[in-house]
T-cell receptor
Framework: DVKVTQSSRYLVKRTGEKVFLECVQDMDHENMFWYRQDPGLGLRLIYFSYDVKMKEKGDIPEGYSVSREKKERFSLILESASTNQTSMYLC????????????FGEGSRLTVL | GNSVTQMEGPVTLSEEAFLTINCTYTATGYPSLFWYVQYPGEGLQLLLKATKADDKGSNKGFEATYRKETTSFHLEKGSVQVSDSAVYFCALPDTGRRALTFGSGTRLQVQP
């Protein structure tokens, strides 16, 4: 089975702190994604990566950056956390030639005080 | 761009009731369509999918038919169980086929 692991299930940070959310997948997938989930808004794409060191902005990239130095790992970075970034963050991966199915991690719930 | 609209929740049903969660889409061409489910405290997992018009996806007693005439992909189950309580998301590839675009989610609560 595909395993997507997010390093932290729950985080509490203060405004202005730098936050790292880590995601690792074990199926050699080329594509990896970061989504944000908020009630009533569904999932919104922040960034995705189609290969190592390759990234592309999603629909809501402002305030975020990403890093993909190794194929299995995709990190989401909040350079200076703000209270409006309090949310559930979901990482996903997909094989490049698949029909589109994404495999998700369990999510990281971030609270910014 | 491609988008999906699904019915708002929560949907509250008694055990063994019939379930329908509506999903309509706007898309260029005929992309694959998906239903994902999120159980409490977990990430999303694929429930079913359909890759072309008139296809029916099915899994765990759930079904959805890809209907291009009505641009719909409604999720149905004949007899829900308490364990089906979750949030259900309809999804399709975004316009550039980069990622999936999701609906806002429909929370289902099944009471014993």
């Amino acid at each position: 089975d595909v395993k997507v692991t997010q390093s932290s299930r729950y985080l509490v940070k203060r405004t202005g702190e730098k936050v790292f959310l880590e995601c690792v997948q074990d199926m050699d997938h080329e594509n990896m994604f970061w989504y944000r989930q908020d009630p009533g808004l569904g999932l919104r794409l922040i960034y995705f990566s189609y290969d190592v060191k390759m990234k592309e902005k999603g629909d809501i990239p402002e305030g975020y950056s990403v890093s993909r130095e190794k194929k299995e790992r995709f990190s989401l970075i909040l350079e200076s956390a703000s209270t409006n970034q309090t949310s559930m963050y979901l990482c996903a991966s997909r094989h490049r030639v698949d029909t589109g199915e994404l495999f998700f991690g369990e999510g990281s719930r971030l609270t910014v005080l | 761009g491609n988008s999906v609209t699904q019915m708002e929740g929560p949907v509250t049903l008694s055990e063994e009731a019939f379930l329908t969660i509506n999903c309509t889409y706007t898309a260029t061409g005929y992309p694959s369509l998906f239903w994902y489910v999120q159980y409490p405290g977990e990430g999303l997992q694929l429930l079913l999918k359909a890759t072309k018009a008139d296809d029916k996806g099915s899994n765990k007693g759930f079904e959805a038919t890809y209907r291009k005439e009505t641009t719909s992909f409604h999720l149905e189950k004949g007899s829900v169980q308490v364990s089906d309580s979750a949030v259900y998301f309809c999804a399709l590839p975004d316009t550039g086929r980069r990622a999936l675009t999701f609906g806002s989610g429909t929370r289902l609560q099944v009471q014993p």
